[in-house]
């Protein structure tokens, strides 16, 4: 287990946490959360072994194995699967050592070699490899495609990928979600719930959290507090505890009033000195209570638009691509003022081409899109970051927007965005992605637009500014056009939704669960095609005989390889079973067998790899069959 034994934690004179003591069990899944600062990323970094506390002690398994995901990843020539691989250094460690054995002719070494492979399941480890980066949105010809051509997005997932791939005993992982769509998100959801380990996780993200953890570990005033059961849970438990907080403060504040009432009316008499006296010592040995506070940091709203025509953006039968390829055909979309529009699509689907198209950065190949009169658009995406000027601060960001305004107006306006003091006049060079996504929302929401579009607003975005732009979003007159992963943006924002596929954007009559579910039906789809190269059409009664013959004919090498592999898998499992007759017999370990003991093991991992490799086969070639269509 991982314990925490009065421990205090610092960063240079800066005091994170003070006194912590508290253990986490093997298996659990821990969300890690707390204010920008608090110091969850300093405890990240003391459970690799990079930092050290102050006072105290931190307790962890020695032998553990400790995985994260790297900041950053070098533009290697290596493919992304091998890239991957390279999470499991045991497997890599293994691959090494058997190749080397193998030159050697090393027979004994070569047969503990493949038995550890076999026990690690490394025969495997390449599927694995592959399964990984296939949820996380990589496509098949994307797995040999070497790392040096992916984005630096991408190469983010990459990272994410090799540190799935490390067996650990603990998974850190800080804002995992980030850079990543929806379908991505869901599918790493699944991937963490079955997760056999320790896990610590730092999300912004509240339906990601209450999803996958059963513990949170929060930060506040240098404290670190163990909650039971997901965020959710969390925020009950914690408003629980502020609100009888606050009462005990505030009964304590009455006592104290009363106490030193009695103090200052008596305290100079001769008779009642005594009494004053025991009162003011009685004040002194009180433990005082601090008053709650939840106060958010952040406040601020839409200002209203200027005018609201309708409709605000119309699309009219429009393609729209790159250069003369179409991504997206015949796409008919009206906008309307209130309206608020959620577009789902898996990645790569068009849902950041048809943003683009709404904000003008793209043209119609075909149809018409129509502005309505004084549209005044706000367009919210991740590489407009990158247009912030890096040596202007955000008053002079706010300046240079507006400079009708008083100045004062500006940082009133600045510290609803928590651009407070001297951070409202500090250049913005050295600013993290939250600080400068909350610059460049409080630069956009100033422009008083009438349709917002954002695409992933919620990048680097800690919870308590999420849910200002929720509630932020909910009193805004305009119009709204929404890409995130966030399901409670989207839950709270929304009230339809629009579903990028299969080069269309058509209304889709669901809700987020309903996604989910498409989602699940789509990779099954997927996969069926995978085992057959051409999909067969089923015929129920108009098959002629030619028809019939065909479908045999399609049927006749599947049974046939199916019923060899019957035949061996029945000839490997009885070869098995004697060697695991033989391996109870006590004289094969005996020294004048020692060759027989490293052949009996070599071909027991064999036999395993064989079965496991039949085994898959057979189950292709079975839904290979369900997927032809059935014989009449």
């Known amino acids: 287990m991982i314990q925490f034994k009065q421990l205090t934690l610092t960063r240079g004179a800066k005091i994170l946490v003070e006194q912590a003591s508290f253990q986490l069990h093997p298996g659990h899944k821990v969300g890690l959360t707390g204010a920008n600062g608090a110091g969850k990323s300093s405890l990240f970094a003391l459970l690799r072994g990079e930092l050290h506390p102050e006072v105290g002690d931190l307790e962890m398994p020695p032998n553990w194995v400790v995985a994260h995901v790297a900041q950053e990843t070098p533009a290697l020539a290596q493919s992304a699967i091998a890239f991957t691989l390279d999470g499991d250094v045991e497997l890599r460690q293994v691959e090494i050592?058997?190749?080397?054995?193998?030159?050697?002719?090393?027979?004994?070494?070569?047969a503990e070699l493949h038995q550890r492979l076999s026990d690690i399941e490394g025969y495997s480890a390449k599927a694995r490899a592959a399964a990984l980066l296939d949820g996380l949105g990589f496509s098949q010809a994307d797995l040999e495609r070497p790392v040096s051509d992916f984005s630096g997005g991408w190469r983010v997932r990459l990272n994410l990928a090799r540190a799935l791939m490390c067996r650990s005993d603990l998974l850190l992982l800080d804002e995992p979600t980030n850079h990543l769509d929806l379908d991505a998100v869901i599918w790493l959801e699944g991937w963490l719930r079955e997760y056999r380990g320790t896990l610590l996780l730092i999300s912004h993200d509240r339906d990601f959290l209450d999803s996958v953890v059963n513990n949170i570990l929060h930060i506040e005033q240098q404290r670190l507090t163990l909650y039971r059961g997901g965020y959710s849970d969390f925020e009950r438990q914690r408003a629980e505890k502020l609100a009888l907080q606050q009462a005990m403060f505030e009964k304590q504040q009455r006592k104290v009033s009363h106490l030193q009432s009695y103090i200052d009316r008596f305290r100079v008499q001769a008779t009642k000195a005594r009494q004053a006296q025991s009162r003011i010592k009685a004040l002194e040995r009180m433990e005082m209570i601090s008053a709650a506070h939840v106060d958010s940091q952040f406040n601020f709203e839409f200002r209203e638009p200027v005018s609201a025509p309708d409709p605000l953006l119309v699309l009219d039968d429009v393609d729209v691509g790159y250069g003369h390829s179409p991504i997206l055909n015949k796409v008919v979309f009206t906008i309307r003022p209130g309206e608020r529009v959620g577009?789902?699509?898996?990645?790569?689907?068009?849902?950041?081409?048809?943003?683009?198209?709404?904000?003008?950065?793209?043209?119609?190949?075909?149809?018409?899109?129509?502005?309505?009169?004084?549209?005044?658009?706000?367009?919210?995406?991740?590489?407009?970051?990158?247009?912030?000027r890096p040596n202007e601060s955000p008053l002079q960001h706010m300046m240079r927007l507006d400079p009708a305004t008083r100045e004062q107006e500006h940082l009133?306006?600045?510290?609803?965005?928590?651009?407070?003091?001297?951070?409202?006049?500090?250049?913005?060079?050295?600013?993290?992605?939250?600080?400068?996504?909350?610059?460049?929302?409080?630069?956009?929401?100033?422009?008083?637009?009438?349709?917002?579009?954002?695409?992933?607003?919620?990048?680097?975005?800690?919870?308590?500014?999420?849910?200002?732009?929720?509630?932020?979003?909910?009193?805004?007159?305009?119009g709204v056009i929404l890409v995130s992963h966030d399901r409670a943006l989207l839950r709270a924002s929304c009230d339809r939704f629009?579903?990028?596929?299969?080069?269309?954007?058509?209304?889709?009559?669901?809700?987020?669960?309903?996604y989910k579910a498409w989602l699940a039906s789509v990779k099954m789809q997927e996969n069926v095609?995978?085992?057959?190269?051409?999909?067969?059409?089923?015929?129920?009664?108009?098959?002629?005989?030619?028809?019939?013959?065909?479908?045999?004919?399609?049927?006749?090498?599947?049974?046939?390889?199916?019923?060899?592999?019957?035949?061996?898998?029945?000839?490997?499992?009885?070869?098995?079973?004697?060697?695991?007759?033989?391996?109870?017999?006590?004289?094969?370990?005996?020294?004048a067998h020692k060759l027989e003991l490293q052949q009996h093991i070599k071909r027991q991992a064999e036999l395993t790899s064989l079965i496991d490799e039949a085994e898959l086969q057979w189950l292709e070639i079975h839904e290979a069959l369900e997927a032809l269509p059935e014989i009449d």
């Open 97 to 110: 050592a058997l190749a080397q054995a193998e030159a050697d002719h090393a027979g004994e070494k070569i």
């Open 343 to 388: 577009l789902l699509g898996k990645n790569g689907a068009g849902k950041s081409t048809l943003i683009k198209l709404l904000a003008a950065e793209l043209f119609p190949l075909a149809g018409k899109r129509v502005e309505g009169k004084d549209l005044n658009i706000g367009y919210f995406a991740q590489h407009q970051l990158e247009q912030l």
């Open 412 to 478: 009133n306006y600045l510290g609803g965005f928590d651009f407070k003091g001297d951070m409202a006049r500090t250049p913005c060079l050295n600013f993290s992605g939250g600080e400068k996504s909350r610059l460049a929302l409080a630069l956009l929401i100033w422009t008083r637009p009438n349709l917002l579009l954002l695409d992933e607003p919620t990048n680097h975005l800690d919870l308590e500014m999420r849910h200002a732009l929720t509630m932020a979003l909910q009193d805004y007159q305009g």
């Open 498 to 514: 629009v579903l990028v596929a299969d080069a269309k954007a058509e209304t889709f009559d669901g809700d987020l669960d309903d």
């Open 529 to 591: 095609a995978n085992t057959s190269e051409k999909s067969v059409k089923k015929n129920d009664y108009a098959q002629n005989k030619a028809d019939r013959q065909a479908r045999i004919l399609a049927r006749r090498p599947l049974l046939k390889t199916l019923t060899q592999l019957e035949q061996s898998l029945s000839t490997y499992q009885i070869e098995k079973q004697s060697l695991e007759s033989r391996a109870l017999d006590a004289t094969l370990y005996e020294p």
